[in-house]
């Protein structure tokens, strides 16, 4: 690691041994938890779990072996940071759904503690589960988040979502019906896109009701589509500081920066319209009182 830091390696990518027991890793100390917690307002990420069972073409996640923390271990680490800071939390976990009786104890353990919780989690259009969202919900699950990525069949397959437009739809519709609100994530800009498969995206989008996120494409090192980007289209940076969800870093064939930049604020313009909404009824409602 001195070496690594000392001299660089550019040619490839540097991957560690995962640890099987992540309840090895202690808690951070309220010094170190200062560092990461003190101050913020905004929500305050956790992690339960490593590892996705999923191959996404454009994720750079390489571990598809599931760790988890035990319930305890987690449930020591939210009293702590409850205590100390406040109480919106995000489970930053691939899929906080995966493994439905450890999250089900979880929420067991921080409902009989009465631990006032408000909190965020990532889900997966294939792991529903009605009961465990409603267990979640008591909990204090105030948003689902589920990454459709595209509207279209063609590109789910290709970026190897594992499921089809029809089982998201339905899942979306299923969680609606236990009252959670969702924050549907989308990209745009896979490899093998086309103005049509992106126009499937934003018109897929627009038709639900709920919170979204729209993000470009990134075509990581190490990634599937990294691999086969040049087959697809081009890849216009190689300058990773600007490898985000808000820098164009790779083109379709066909595809231009324009027609990309329109599609994305497409789907995000309704986001940007409720936000400024809530925050002019947020100063007159201070006017008033």
């Known amino acids: 690691m001195l070496q690594i830091c000392l001299e660089g390696i550019k040619d490839r990518l540097i991957q560690g041994e995962s640890l099987d027991n992540l309840d090895r890793i202690p808690i951070e100390s309220e010094d170190l938890l200062d560092v990461l917690y003190k101050g913020r307002q905004a929500r305050l990420h956790v992690l339960g779990a490593r590892g996705c069972p999923f191959s996404c073409a454009f994720c750079a996640e390489h571990s598809r072996k599931i760790r988890l923390h035990s319930v305890e271990y987690l449930f020591e680490k939210l009293k702590l940071i409850v205590r100390k800071y406040h109480n919106l939390i995000f489970f930053s976990d691939d899929?906080?759904?995966?493994?439905?009786?450890?999250?089900?104890?979880?929420?067991?353990?921080?409902?009989?503690?009465?631990?006032?919780?408000?909190?965020?989690?990532?889900?997966?259009?294939?792991?529903?589960d009605r009961n465990l969202l409603i267990q979640m919900k008591k909990t204090g699950l105030e948003r689902l988040c589920y990454g459709i990525e595209s509207g279209n069949q063609e590109i789910l397959k290709l970026i190897r979502k594992g499921f089809t437009v029809e089982e998201a739809e339905e899942t979306i519709a299923r969680t609606r019906e236990t009252g959670i609100e969702m924050n549907l994530l989308y990209m745009v800009g896979n490899m093998g896109e086309t103005q049509q498969t992106i126009q499937d995206t934003v018109d897929f989008a627009l038709s639900h009701n709920t919170q979204k996120w729209c993000s470009y494409a990134i075509p990581f090192p190490g990634t599937e589509f990294r691999r086969q980007a040049v087959l697809y289209g081009k890849i216009v940076s190689h300058d990773y500081d600007?490898?985000?969800?808000?820098?164009?870093?790779?083109?379709?064939?066909?595809?231009?920066?324009?027609?990309?930049?329109?599609?994305?604020?497409?789907?995000?313009?309704?986001?940007?319209?409720?936000?400024?909404?809530?925050?002019?009824?947020?100063?007159?409602l201070k006017r008033l009182f």
Do not use: M
């Open 95 to 128: 899929i906080f759904t995966l493994n439905k009786q450890w999250a089900y104890d979880l929420c067991e353990s921080i409902l009989r503690a009465k631990l006032k919780l408000r909190f965020f989690a990532n889900g997966h259009i294939r792991y529903f």
């Open 242 to 284: 600007l490898y985000t969800n808000d820098h164009i870093n790779y083109l379709p064939h066909g595809v231009s920066a324009e027609f990309l930049e329109n599609a994305r604020n497409k789907i995000l313009f309704e986001l940007y319209q409720r936000y400024s909404v809530r925050q002019r009824l947020s100063r007159q």
